[in-house]
């Protein structure tokens, strides 16, 4: 990242006298403080402002360390601030706060470079003026904004229309953060993105803070009617989206706003990338056939898991014995938490020691395909044996869980039934983390550092 924002500056023949601002979040920012030390500039490093990165505490930090951190006490010329994820609170509040501080450093003139990555959405989020204004305090309006955030996560929306709709409430989303920086007299604003979302959209990306918001009231209210999401939520919140008592749905930029004329963007990691690195792998290490397929994965992820264990199933009769082929699919499917939450207050039979929810996507769709391969081989299909499918997050974290995600094949159901669980029943209920680590399926491997989405591999060997 940081050599694609040196080379973008310098293909535009930028000057950087005074030096470069940057405004940063999550794992790009790590990637640019690494090497800042290593590259040169063209400038004096210690002419460039505090930036702000802000990212997720995943465990890495202690209870001492994520205070200090919250409490904005530089690292060097490096501000860390720990948000809220995924549903944002108070910390994220903070660092929504910390963000306009940095932006009043802004002289005429600067080059801003933004790092953009997945989880912005939450991580800054706030409310914007017009909202939170409605309110006695800025937590009260917080908390009605963590409300929509929850409520969009348990209805199963994909994470671009889930952003459509936060965006508008967003102190940062839908182009916001380019247009103050354009008022405080910005001269570029180059935008290095990585992409968690289908489509690598910037107006998706941490809901677009530099980019112009693609839909006009009617779809913006259209999607809200698609998903039945009126009577969803708080009152507040529906008067300011317009849905309630007559009101209008709130104002963003237009694309032709003089802010959006002077970003510049550029991806430097995707999805795709990741599985076409998977997919090479697998050529180098000898497989002898390797696809990649031409879509992506963006349906509810137990329905993925049952349709990819059977065509996994049909595949594996006709691929001619001494032969392995490998399937690379990208993507982020989607879990209903909603219908997942009332399946687990419904079943009184479950142990009370479990929580309620625990697993991830790719630990669902792994359990969900590893049923349906048992299923095949019950009916006769022996070629279903041949199967071992891997679904994983790229984060090295499958939901609120230890694991990246899991390894499976038709066996996994029978060794978890040993293991005292109905893998049946877990995959209703929100519980395919249990299953799975009683079959030792699940695949742990630490955080990443990066997120460009989850990655399923289907391997049929019939070589043995």
């Known amino acids: 990242m940081m050599a694609g924002a040196i080379a973008a500056l310098g293909d535009e023949n930028l ?33 460039v402002r505090s930036p702000v990165r802000c990212a997720e505490n995943s465990g890495e930090l202690s209870d001492d360390e994520m205070t200090a951190t919250t409490n904005a006490q530089a690292r060097g010329k490096i501000i860390t601030m720990i948000g809220d994820h995924p549903i944002p609170g108070p910390a994220s509040l903070a660092a929504s706060d910390a963000l306009d501080d940095f932006i009043q450093q802004i002289e005429p003139g600067d080059i801003v470079i933004v790092l953009l990555s997945g989880g912005t959405t939450s991580l800054v989020a706030a409310p914007v003026a017009g909202f939170a204004q409605s309110f006695a305090s800025p937590e009260r309006a917080q908390a009605h904004l963590a409300n929509v955030s929850e409520t969009l996560l348990e209805s199963g929306l994909a994470i671009h229309e889930m952003n459509a709709i936060r965006r508008r409430l967003l102190r940062w989303g839908a182009g916001r953060l380019a247009q103050e920086l354009h008022a405080r007299g910005a001269a570029r604003i180059p935008v290095f993105c990585i992409s968690d979302v289908i489509g690598d959209d910037p107006a998706v990306i941490g809901s677009g803070p530099c980019s112009a918001d693609p839909l006009d009231p009617a779809s913006f209210l259209a999607l809200i009617d698609a998903y039945d999401l009126r009577s969803t939520f708080e009152r507040p919140v529906a008067e300011f989206f317009g849905v309630i008592g007559g009101g209008m749905v709130p104002e963003v930029a237009d694309s032709d706003h003089p802010a959006f004329g002077i970003v510049d963007y550029e991806l430097v990691a995707r999805n795709a990338d990741a599985v076409e690195e998977l997919a090479s792998a697998a050529r180098r290490n000898g497989i002898e056939h390797v696809s990649v397929s031409d879509e992506q994965m963006g349906n509810e992820a137990a329905e993925l898991g049952i349709m990819i264990a059977q065509r996994s199933a049909e595949l594996a009769r006709k691929l001619p014995r001494g032969e392995r082929l490998l399937h690379v699919i990208g993507g982020e499917p989607v879990v209903n938490l909603r219908a997942a939450y009332e399946s687990a207050w419904d079943d009184d039979e479950h142990s009370s020691i479990d929580e309620p929810m625990r697993g991830g996507r790719m630990q669902l769709l792994a359990l969900n395909a590893a049923l349906m391969l048992e299923q095949v081989v019950h009916d006769g299909n022996r070629d279903a044996t041949r199967v071992a499918i891997l679904a994983a997050g790229t984060d090295g974290r499958d939901g609120p869980t230890d694991a990246t995600g899991a390894i499976v094949d038709f066996s996994v159901p029978t060794l978890a039934r040993r293991g005292g669980r109905v893998p049946e029943r877990d995959a209703i209920t929100g519980r395919s983390w249990f299953p799975l680590e009683a079959s030792s399926a699940l695949m742990k491997t630490g955080l990443s550092g990066t997120n460009v989405m989850d990655l399923v591999a289907v391997l049929i060997d019939s070589s043995a």
């Open 15 to 47: 000057a950087v006298e005074r030096g470069i601002i940057i405004c940063a979040s999550d794992s790009a920012t790590r990637l640019f403080a690494r090497k800042a030390s290593d590259v040169e500039l063209g400038v004096d490093l210690a002419q």
